[in-house]
């Protein structure tokens, strides 16, 4: 089998997981043929599974016909595209010739008081913006072969209010690598979140929450990776609370492996999310997460294995930062089951099966 990601934009979740998907298929014996048409730089490793090319908006005529030419010489059995462009791009380029497949990885926060079921955005009206960009989804999703929803409640919301029919939708919930363990501390001394710094990410209020907690714990520390919009408001609080020297602001990593092994516990601010990577890599690599309750996260994490706290309430976040740091080992604990359940099931081996076997159910139907 020959199959082509189609990617459109050159950071964040869909990117991560679309490499390690195709870095992960491409090193089996018996895998498919795999490569990536999109940006410049997504992949480094290997540099063959990379035929750059880049669609810089819905208009951009050049950059469609660089897809149509990528796709015509690699000549796939079938198309993945893992953003919301691609999926536009692979559905004029393809046209019927190719089946082609679309993760929905998540909603637009000017259309998201349609997908959250709780928190700020909750019950907002979309607007001709947001109701736009959810009828252009409805279409594109009508379009291809199959729409990939990474979570069960992805899945829900195509279906009520896009009206994706069920049996065009499939759940295939994202899935990381496994690093190895490693020993941590028990007393908690450093949080970490990783983000776009977008509204939806809420870093603020992560912020706004840790400010008092900092206050009565001298020696805690907070690390802010990633880089966006919000970051400048956060650095202002941050200043205004008089602890520069306790929130470090690291900018956009790619290293986040390694930025993980710094940290003792990871919060999830969000106010608006599918089934975020970084928690789950957060969770494979056996760190105690908090994290709001927000789209498919509950399906990850449960108080099993983590905290949930109600999106956007900042108490809430503050309260359940304060109980780990009083029990270490309940902290301990969470890191512990939350590495075992990502390893059962949300490994990146089992994501790329149940991708393998949709496609070539596809494939095989299509050849029929």
Known sequence: MNVAFLL???????VDLTVSLAQELAARADGPRVSIV???????????????????SKADVAGFAAVARALSS?????????????????????????????????????AAGRWVTAGPLHGRRP????????IADAVVARRVSCTVAPSRAMAAFLHRELR?????????????????????????????????????????????????????????????????????????????AGIDGRVEFTGYRSDIEAQLERADVFVLPSVNENLPLALLEAMASGLPCIASDVGGVHEVLDNGCGVLVAPGDIRALGAAMNRLIADPELAA??????RRRVATQFSLARCADEHLSLWSDI??????
Do not use: N, Y
Request: with cysteine; net charge positive.
């Open 74 to 110: 690699l000549a796939p059995d079938v198309i993945h595209a893992q953003d919301r462009r691609a999926g536009l791009v692979a559905s004029v380029v393809a046209g019927r010739r190719i089946p082609v497949v679309m993760t929905m990885h998540g909603v637009p926060d000017r």
């Open 164 to 240: 994706v029919p069920l049996h065009r939708v499939t759940v295939i919930h994202s899935g990381v690598r496994i690093p190895a363990p490693r020993r941590r501390e028990r007393e908690i001394g450093t949080f970490a979140t990783i983000g776009s710094f977008a509204p939806c990410k809420a870093t603020p209020r992560l912020v706004e929450a840790f400010i008092p907690i900092a206050a009565q714990e001298p020696s805690l520390r907070l690390r802010m990776i990633g880089d966006g919009a919000d970051r400048a408001h956060c650095e202002t609080l941050v200043r205004a």
């Open 127 to 134: 607007g001709i913006s947001g109701g736009s960009r959810l």
């Open 38 to 56: 999109g940006p410049a730089g997504v992949v480094a490793e290997p540099p063959a599974l990379l035929h750059p090319t880049h669609v810089r």
């Open 8 to 14: 459109t934009q050159d950071r964040g979740g869909p």
């Open 333 to 338: 604990r969470l890191g512990t089951a939350a």
């Open 363 to 368: 494939v095989e139907r299509r050849r029929r």
